[in-house]
């Protein structure tokens, strides 16, 4: 069964500071793994979209990288904004319904 | 691309009502997937339709739980006898393979 997790749970930090956001799963055999925002109260807004075949998307101020074999994925924040704070959450597709496994998320905090 | 609607936003109810959402999907897409997620944590996966077919069901969805999908258009999702464990929020997804796209979820408070 594939699980995910994410470190750290909670993270703040100043504005303009660049961050690491990070996501395991113990299940290598994966055709994708996606990173999810959400806002309070709110639903998911995807942001970025790895294929198994490929090893990091940019979009933006957002770069996430794949390593498969060693279960691994990060999302990295250049330049942070106060806006940037929400929960960022990884998914990786499982199951014959491609359906998504989630980690818990990080909730992250930046501070004007 | 009118996005993912979900309704009602907010749903307060006392222990042992029925309850029922709804979920209307992007047209386009015919794979539309229930999740529901309790504060602090990941969403966690209910069910999924291909079209108007409920394909999958997790261990999660209980007895008390039915979902359908009628025509492949927009999905429902009720709630038997409610209980205070079934408080969390529930969403809504639509997608093609991998394009996810939820909606901004119906927040259930059972009293």
């Known amino acids: 069964k594939q699980e995910v997790t994410q470190i750290p749970a909670a993270l703040s930090v100043p504005e303009g500071e660049n961050l690491v956001l990070n996501c395991s799963f113990t299940d290598s055999a994966i055709y994708n793994l996606q990173w999810f925002r959400q806002d309070p109260g709110k639903g998911l807004t995807s942001l970025l979209l790895?294929?198994?075949?490929?090893r990091e998307q940019t979009s933006g101020r957002l770069n996430a990288s794949l390593d498969k074999s060693s279960g691994r994925s990060t999302l990295y924040i250049a330049a942070s904004q106060p806006g940037d704070s929400a929960t960022y959450l990884c998914a990786v597709p499982s199951g014959s319904a491609r359906q998504l496994t989630f980690g818990s998320g990080t909730q992250l905090t930046v501070l004007p | 691309d009118t996005g993912v609607s979900q309704d009602p936003r907010h749903k307060i109810t006392k222990r042992g009502q029925n309850v029922t959402f709804r979920c209307d999907p992007i047209s386009e897409h015919n794979r539309l997937y229930w999740y529901r997620q309790t504060l602090g944590q990941g969403p966690e996966f209910l069910t999924y339709f291909q079209n108007e077919a409920q394909l999958e069901k997790s261990r999660l969805l209980s007895d008390r739980f039915s979902a359908e999908r009628p025509k492949g258009s927009f999905s429902t999702l009720e709630i038997q006898r409610t209980e205070q464990g079934d408080s969390a929020m529930y969403l809504c997804a639509s997608s093609l393979p991998d394009r996810y796209t939820f909606g901004s979820g119906t927040r259930l408070t059972v009293v």
């Open positions: 790895i294929q198994s075949s490929q």
